[in-house]
């Protein structure tokens, strides 16, 4: 597609410079200042939060333990009248009870009232006068004179002996009505109403209690009078940022305590002696006047806030934020707390920052501004020249001079340009050497670059040889171990665990070679049709046995449109379904571990027809294990990366992640995780796969154990060529017992030497060897034409996948990789001598089926010893089907068709049933 450039707009340098940096200076002011106000705010409002928070609950704790005391005082002379130390009778009134009273207000110094009323009337007690703060007895008999007598006390708590008289009438049941009734009327201990102090209006409460004689009847009443104004003293003292308030009002509206001075008592006129209580919403201070009406019409009624309540409102434009905690006791109170902090408080010097910082902005834009245009200014006016100049050196004019600039790096951009014109035909013909010599100097790099791959192969090939050659001696000999019937139980668990270490080894082994291909990109996807169910199935029941020891739940789900054929590399898949499960068991102590798969198709459009059986395959490993920390999911997938919890654990090696990514990668998906400290990790990823018909899969043989040659054949003679003693004896101790010549040599020399005058059928060849390795030797041999009729299959540690092509061009005819099964040495002595072998065969042809699965019973297993059972399921975990043939061959010593029954489920991969079968025995015999 051509563009028109006489259309398209064009804008001068100096615009184009000056535009963007501006419109960036000023997004850059606007997001600051906003930035700055919204968090400022936000830390406002967190502030304010944790303030209200903390006041109301440093008043609910204080009022918890403030008004208990008047009950505690009560309880104290309730057990004294049970004593007999104090009485509501007058006449029993004595030196010890005037002590005690006078103890307790020396104790409880907000105290005002300690008094002790009969049912008849007849009130005595000890008071706190307001005036001098002195304490004195009184005594009033309800029968003669209503005139109270009272005592002054010295500084022991005795009377003095000087007696005032009331010259005033006092009416005792006026004067405790508002202290008792509540009390009498409740039957239990209560709160009367506040009422004002009698000279200086203060508001105080009353702490009732009943007193019963012995047949459970009123005998009196005893009264402790508490000052409320010790609670607004309590209140007054609170910091509240700079002029926030707390006050505590009952659900009717009437102030109880506030940290402001006013009176909660007043007299509306001299005439009237009944003093008023303020209601918050006529309180003078505006903040708690604006609350309470805020609160009112936010409840409509104050009776209707049960619980912690947080509100917002404004008065003249400024933010107020509330906060309601409801306060109760057993005694009757229901009372409310509330706080009420303004916004500006917090704001002040926040919004006085953030202008500060919009104003320093808005001069940085400003200066920034001008800069700009001048370095423009400067930067175009060279460039405009330099632009005429290039046009006319387009034009064929080289000769060119272009003025001298005061920014330093266009006055040497406008010399080199004046160089250039005069230069330009010197470098066009010399152009074509330059070329050459950069195109040699790139390949003496990449002759450098190919030296550093040779290398890192060479290390990887011997590190591959150094230990995958030790282990093919550990599993191999294990193998031909398990055929052994001089073992006892113990010994064969032992060789289980052997054997199953060593395929540990192997796996943490390919593991590394595996990070180092995909580092190399060799890494290749090798897809081909498997039973996508049977896969799942079989890996749960390969972890199903572990998850059970650590006494965790290993569920699966999948759902019922599940495809069952697909086409995809089963082998990575298998691998990265086994990395993921075997992290979640091992990371997880109580729960379990849940494995979900889904699927969706995938319409992709090829030659326009939208192809149905492309799906994409959904898959969950969920855990309820510890978790990871959200700091460390970024390097989970990084190779020897592990977790906090996995270097606790001080288990893997932190390659598992790293190369099951790579595979999913590979397999066209993603791999994402989600986890949370403390409530476990999910892993989810996705691939692409083809569903493929049930017609398009082929079966596969299970291994058996050769136990010999088919008669007539002729006698083979077989060298075995390795430098390392172990490997040789391997070979021929699983060959030699089948009737083959052997012979052995330990380096190509010996092995070329041997040949000449042997000449085996076979050649087992190790590649690696000194003297002469496996490579000179294998093409001495088959330089000769009666070499070409010797079959030499390499057997080598490396597993990087040249090696093979190395090793056939090298003249071998085959090539198999260490450690090997010995199933493999059999198939490839078939394939390339023909040798034909009898195999161990438990099921004879003609037999049942049907009956040989009923053969298969709770109480036939049962009969089996459990050392048998257990090795039948620690191979069946590890899938090893030569030690499961080994130890069905014992069980059909003692019981055939249970052997026949368990050898059709494992050749039909019933895996389940059998280790179901056996824990149900386990479980019976325990």
Request: proline letters at 3%; a neutral charge.
């Amino acid at each position: 597609m051509s563009i028109n450039v006489a259309k398209v707009r064009k804008f001068p340098l100096q615009s184009v410079l000056v535009i963007p940096f501006v419109i960036q200076i000023f997004v850059a002011v606007g997001l600051t200042g906003w930035l700055s106000l919204r968090n400022g705010q936000k830390a406002v409002n967190d502030v304010s939060a944790q303030l209200r928070s903390n006041i109301s609950d440093r008043v609910k704790m204080y009022l918890d333990n403030y008004l208990e005391k008047p009950f505690t005082i009560n309880r104290l002379n309730t057990d004294a009248i049970a004593r007999r130390e104090l009485s509501f009778d007058l006449k029993k009134l004595n030196p010890k009870t005037d002590k005690l009273l006078w103890q307790q207000m020396q104790f409880f110094d907000n105290v005002s009232w300690i008094s002790l009323c009969s049912v008849q009337g007849d009130l005595f007690g000890i008071e706190r006068r307001v005036k001098d703060n002195l304490l004195q007895f009184y005594i009033n008999n309800n029968n003669t004179g209503f005139y109270p007598r009272f005592y002054k006390i010295d500084s022991q708590g005795n009377r003095t002996g000087n007696i005032e008289k009331s010259t005033k009438k006092l009416n005792n049941r006026a004067r405790i009505e508002a202290w008792y009734s509540n009390a009498e009327k409740l039957k239990k201990s209560s709160w009367s109403e506040i009422y004002p102090e009698f000279t200086t209006l203060q508001p105080q409460i009353t702490a009732a209690s009943l007193v019963y004689n012995d047949s459970r009847k009123v005998q009196g009443f005893i009264g402790t009078t508490f000052s409320l104004k010790a609670i607004s003293k309590f209140l007054n003292n609170l910091k509240i940022g700079r002029t926030g308030q707390v006050f505590i009002i009952e659900k009717s509206g009437f102030l109880v305590a506030s940290s402001t001075q006013q009176k909660l008592f007043t007299l509306q006129n001299k005439k009237d002696a009944k003093p008023q209580r303020l209601k918050a919403l006529d309180s003078k201070d505006k903040l708690i006047s604006a609350t309470a009406q805020t609160l009112t019409k936010n409840f409509k009624n104050l009776n209707n806030i049960k619980q912690e309540e947080k509100l917002e409102f404004t008065i003249s434009g400024q933010l107020q934020f509330i906060q309601v905690l409801p306060f109760h006791d057993k005694k009757g109170l229901d009372w409310l707390v509330v706080v009420v902090v303004p916004e500006s408080d917090f704001m002040e010097l926040i919004n006085a920052n953030t202008r500060t910082t919009i104003l320093l902005c808005l001069l940085a834009l400003g200066i920034a501004t001008g800069l700009g245009i001048i370095a423009a200014h400067l930067i175009a006016q060279p460039i405009r020249g330099l632009n005429k100049a290039s046009a006319a050196i387009a034009s064929g004019e080289l000769e060119q001079n272009i003025p001298d600039s005061s920014i330093q790096e266009l006055a040497a951009l406008g010399k080199s340009f004046n160089q250039m014109s005069q230069q330009l035909k010197d470098y066009y013909q010399t152009l074509e050497q330059r070329v050459q010599d950069r195109t040699a100097e790139l390949v003496v790099a990449k002759e450098k670059a190919d030296v550093a791959n040779q290398a890192k192969s060479t290390f990887i090939a011997n590190m591959s040889h150094e230990l995958r050659s030790p282990l093919n001696a550990i599993l191999g000999f294990s193998q031909i171990m398990t055929r052994s019937q001089s073992l006892n139980p113990e010994q064969q668990e032992n060789l289980t665990i052997i054997s199953r270490s060593g395929e540990h080894l192997l796996n943490l082994i390919d593991n590394v070679l595996d990070l180092s291909k995909i580092e190399a990109g060799k890494t290749t996807f090798n897809p081909k049709n498997f039973d996508l169910h049977g896969l799942i199935n079989d890996i749960h029941d390969m972890f199903q046995m572990k998850s059970e020891e650590k006494g965790l739940q290993l569920l699966i789900e999948y759902e019922p449109d599940l495809p069952r054929y697909v086409h995809t590399d089963d082998v990575k898949l298998r691998q990265v379904i086994i990395n993921l499960i075997n992290n979640a068991i091992k990371f997880t102590e109580e729960g379990g571990v849940c494995l979900r798969v889904s699927s969706r198709q995938n319409h992709q459009k090829i030659s326009e027809i939208i192809d149905k059986n492309h799906h994409i395959i959904h898959f969950e490993i969920e855990d309820s294990g510890a978790g990871i920390a959200a700091e460390e999911l970024g390097n989970l997938f990084e190779a020897f990366t592990q977790t906090a919890s996995g270097k606790q654990a001080q288990e893997g090696t932190g390659l598992g992640l790293r190369i099951s990514r790579q595979f999913v990668e590979l397999m066209e998906g993603e791999i994402t995780v989600k986890s949370q400290v403390g409530q476990g990790t999910t892993f989810l990823f996705d691939i692409q796969v083809t569903e493929v018909e049930a017609s398009a899969m082929t079966s596969q043989e299970p291994s058996r154990h050769v136990i010999a040659l088919e008669p007539n054949q002729p006698r083979y003679r077989i060298l075995i060529v390795d430098d390392k003693p172990t490997n040789r004896q391997l070979l021929i101790k699983l060959l030699s017992p089948l009737g083959f010549e052997l012979k052995e040599a330990s380096n190509g020399q010996e092995a070329v030497n041997i040949w000449e005058t042997w000449e085996p059928q076979l050649i087992w060849m190790d590649m690696r060897m000194p003297v002469m390795d496996g490579y000179t030797a294998t093409q001495k041999i088959k330089a000769h034409t009666k070499g070409q009729a010797t079959a030499i299959i390499a057997l080598t540690a490396s597993v990087l996948e040249e090696e093979r092509a190395v090793v056939l061009s090298a003249g071998c005819d085959d090539f198999l990789r260490k450690p090997f099964r010995e199933a493999e040495i059999f198939k490839a002595m078939n394939k390339h001598i023909g040798v034909t072998y009898i195999y161990e065969d438990l099921i004879p042809i003609n037999t049942d089926i049907k009956q040989i699965r009923e053969a298969l019973s709770v109480e036939a297993m049962a009969e089996i010893p459990r050392e048998i059972l257990i090795q039948l399921r620690d191979a069946i975990i590890v899938c090893d089907i030569d030690l499961m043939l080994t130890i069905l061959k014992q069980i059909s010593s003692k019981n055939l068709p249970l052997a026949q029954a368990i050898e059709v489920c494992l050749e039909n991969f019933e895996y389940k049933k059998v280790l179901n079968l056996i824990s149900v025995v386990q479980g019976a015999t325990e």
